[in-house]
């Protein structure tokens, strides 16, 4: 059973930074994709970030494009999401998920941790 637990949320400074952490478990993931996701208080949940594990291809939303970085550890099992420049329109839960690359839809989510933006 694929398990995606989340880490490193909190409450920091507009201008600050975090990393984000998702560590996966019940599989590898050379074959998925691994996004990040988030969602405000109010607002629909947004895609942030994605990765291929298999060739390390990234994709971003417009908003975070030159602020945030995603990368995997093999070796660890663990996607990161590195967060600078934080802005308080970033606050929001946010939560990792995991799709198969032939597939359209993130199957496996994990519970999501807080990231709160102060101005």
């Known amino acids: 059973q694929v398990q995606l637990v989340e880490s490193g949320g909190g409450l920091v400074q507009a201008g600050d930074s975090l990393r984000l952490s998702c560590a996966g478990s019940g599989r590898t993931f050379s074959n998925y994709v691994m996004g990040w996701f988030r969602q405000a208080p109010g607002k629909d949940r947004e895609f942030v970030a994605a990765?291929?594990?298999?060739?390390?291809?990234?994709a971003y939303t417009g908003s975070v494009k030159g602020r945030f970085t995603i990368s995997r550890d093999s070796a660890k099992n663990t996607v990161y999401l590195q967060m600078n420049s934080l802005k308080p329109e970033d606050t929001a839960v946010y939560y990792c998920?995991?799709?198969?690359?032939?597939?359209?839809?993130?199957?496996?989510w994990g519970q999501g941790t807080q990231v709160t933006v102060s101005s």
């Open positions: 998920a995991a799709r198969a690359i032939t597939s359209s839809n993130f199957d496996y």
């Open positions: 990765i291929t594990w298999s060739s390390g291809t990234t």
